[in-house]
C-alpha cells in the first residue's frame, strides 16, 4: 500500500463540530487525508461516522469549523470543492431497465466535459467492460457497486467517499472491490475515504485509520501503527506456565504478558524467540509448541472504544 502521502490534503478537517439542538453529535473533529491513500473511518454505533462523512460531501452543514476539498472550503467555496468529490453514501440507485452503459451517459449530461472515451476508461476501471450493455437488472449487487464507484468517478474527482461500500457484497465482490480501490489510489491518486463495519477488511483495505467514539477523534494511523506490529505477542505452551514465566524473568528480565497454567505469553519482537526457547529447554521446562499471537484490527479497535461494537 501506498504509504507516502502528498504533502497537500486532499480533505482537512479544521475543528468540525455539529449540535442537533443541544446536544453535540460530533465533537471538535481535526484530521487530514491524502492523495494516493485509502482511508479508513471507523466508530462504533452512533459514534458519527455517517454525519461527518455528510458533512464532508455536503449533504449536512457543521455547527462549527470547516472542511476543505483540496484547498477550497466547504463553506465559502461549494461548488469548487464538490468538484473534487465523488461519493457513495448510500447504496448507489441506477435506472435497471437501462444498461449500465446507458445509466453512465444519462450521468454524464449533467456535467460538462465528460466523453465518451471517459465513460468507457471508468468502465475499464472497474472491470465491467464485458458487462456494461447488459440492464442493470440482471447486475448482481457488486456489480452494481462497481457501476456506482464508476459513476462517482466520471468527472476526475480527487476524493471519493464510499459509505459502508461492502454492503451485501458477498466474499469475491468484497475482494474485487478492494483491488479497485488500490488501484485507484495508487494508479490516478485519488483519495478514497471508505467507512465500514468490517474490520477484518478495512485491515486489509486501509492505509491509515481514523477512530471516532462519542463524536470525538480518539487517533489518526497507520494500520500497522495501530495494531503495534514490529513488536508481538508469542505463546509457549509449557508443562508448567508458573515455573516458565519465572525463569524468564529470573534469566531474561522479561515480565509474561499473561500466565496460565500450561502457557505463557511473552511481548517480544521475533527474533527473541529462540533465545526464550533456548533458555526454557536448559532449565528442563518442557515446551510442546510456539505460536505468534496477532491481534486483528477488531481486536485492537474493541480494545481503545471499550468493547464497543462497530457500524
Same mark, same amino acid.
Given at each position: 500500500?501506498?504509504?507516502?502521502?502528498?504533502?497537500?490534503?486532499?480533505?482537512?478537517?479544521?475543528?468540525? $463540530?455539529?449540535?442537533?439542538?443541544?446536544? $453535540?453529535?460530533?465533537?471538535?473533529?481535526?484530521?487530514?487525508?491524502?492523495?494516493?491513500?485509502?482511508?479508513?473511518?471507523?466508530?462504533?454505533?452512533?459514534?458519527?461516522? $455517517?454525519? $461527518?462523512?455528510?458533512?464532508?460531501?455536503?449533504?449536512?452543514?457543521?455547527?462549527?469549523?470547516?472542511?476543505?476539498?483540496?484547498?477550497?472550503?466547504?463553506?465559502?467555496?461549494?461548488?469548487?470543492?464538490?468538484?473534487?468529490?465523488?461519493?457513495?453514501?448510500?447504496?448507489?440507485?441506477?435506472?435497471?431497465?437501462?444498461?449500465?452503459? &446507458?445509466?453512465?451517459?444519462?450521468?454524464?449530461?449533467?456535467?460538462?466535459?465528460?466523453?465518451?472515451?471517459?465513460?468507457?476508461?471508468?468502465?475499464?476501471?472497474?472491470?465491467?467492460?464485458?458487462?456494461?450493455?447488459?440492464?442493470?437488472?440482471?447486475?448482481?449487487?457488486?456489480?452494481?457497486?462497481?457501476?456506482?464507484?464508476?459513476?462517482?468517478?466520471?468527472?476526475?474527482?480527487?476524493?471519493?467517499?464510499?459509505?459502508?461500500?461492502?454492503?451485501?457484497?458477498?466474499?469475491?465482490?468484497?475482494?474485487?472491490?478492494?483491488?479497485?480501490?488500490?488501484?485507484?489510489?495508487?494508479?490516478?491518486?485519488?483519495?478514497?475515504?471508505?467507512?465500514?463495519?468490517?474490520?477484518?477488511?478495512?485491515?486489509?483495505?486501509?492505509?491509515?485509520?481514523?477512530?471516532?467514539?462519542?463524536?470525538?477523534?480518539?487517533?489518526?494511523e497507520t494500520v500497522s501503527d495501530f495494531m503495534g506490529e514490529g513488536e508481538g505477542?508469542v505463546r509457549f505452551t509449557v508443562d508448567d506456565g508458573q515455573s516458565a514465566a519465572?525463569?524468564?524473568?529470573?534469566?531474561?528480565?522479561?515480565?509474561?504478558?499473561?500466565?496460565?497454567?500450561?502457557?505463557?505469553?511473552?511481548?517480544?519482537?521475533?527474533?527473541?524467540?529462540?533465545?526464550?526457547?533456548?533458555?526454557?529447554?536448559?532449565?528442563?521446562?518442557?515446551?510442546?509448541?510456539?505460536?505468534?499471537?496477532? &491481534?486483528?484490527?477488531?481486536?485492537?479497535?474493541?480494545?481503545?472504544?471499550?468493547?464497543?461494537?462497530?457500524?
Open positions: 500500500m501506498n504509504t507516502e502521502p502528498q504533502k497537500q490534503p486532499a480533505v482537512k478537517l479544521e475543528h468540525v $463540530t455539529k449540535k442537533f439542538g443541544s446536544k $453535540t453529535v460530533i465533537d471538535d473533529l481535526s484530521f487530514e487525508i491524502y492523495g494516493g491513500e485509502v482511508f479508513g473511518f471507523l466508530g462504533p454505533n452512533g459514534a458519527g461516522k $455517517t454525519t $461527518t462523512i455528510r458533512m464532508i460531501v455536503g449533504l449536512m452543514r457543521m455547527t462549527k469549523g470547516n472542511i476543505f476539498i483540496q484547498g477550497h472550503s466547504v463553506k465559502s467555496e461549494f461548488k469548487q470543492a464538490m468538484r473534487q468529490v465523488g461519493a457513495i453514501v448510500e447504496n448507489p440507485e441506477m435506472y435497471k431497465f437501462l444498461t449500465g452503459y &446507458q445509466n453512465l451517459v444519462h450521468y454524464a449530461r449533467m456535467i460538462p466535459g465528460i466523453s465518451k472515451e471517459r465513460i468507457m476508461e471508468v468502465v475499464k476501471l472497474v472491470d465491467l467492460e464485458d458487462r456494461i450493455h447488459e440492464k442493470v437488472k440482471k447486475y448482481s449487487l457488486g456489480m452494481r457497486q462497481r457501476l456506482g464507484v464508476a459513476q462517482a468517478l466520471l468527472h476526475h474527482p480527487s476524493v471519493l467517499i464510499l459509505d459502508e461500500p461492502t454492503n451485501g457484497l458477498d466474499p469475491q465482490g468484497i475482494h474485487d472491490l478492494r483491488n479497485y480501490l488500490h488501484e485507484l489510489s495508487r494508479k490516478e491518486g485519488v483519495a478514497v475515504v471508505v467507512s465500514s463495519h468490517l474490520l477484518s477488511e478495512m485491515q486489509l483495505m486501509c492505509d491509515r485509520i481514523g477512530i471516532i467514539k462519542k463524536g470525538k477523534l480518539i487517533g489518526v505477542k519465572q525463569i524468564v524473568k529470573q534469566k531474561l528480565s522479561l515480565d509474561a504478558a499473561s500466565i496460565e497454567s500450561d502457557a505463557i505469553e511473552l511481548a517480544i519482537e521475533h527474533e527473541k524467540i529462540p533465545v526464550v526457547v533456548d533458555t526454557l529447554v536448559v532449565s528442563q521446562v518442557k515446551i510442546y509448541g510456539v505460536v505468534s499471537v496477532t &491481534q486483528s484490527l477488531e481486536d485492537r479497535f474493541l480494545e481503545v472504544t471499550g468493547g464497543k461494537s462497530v457500524g
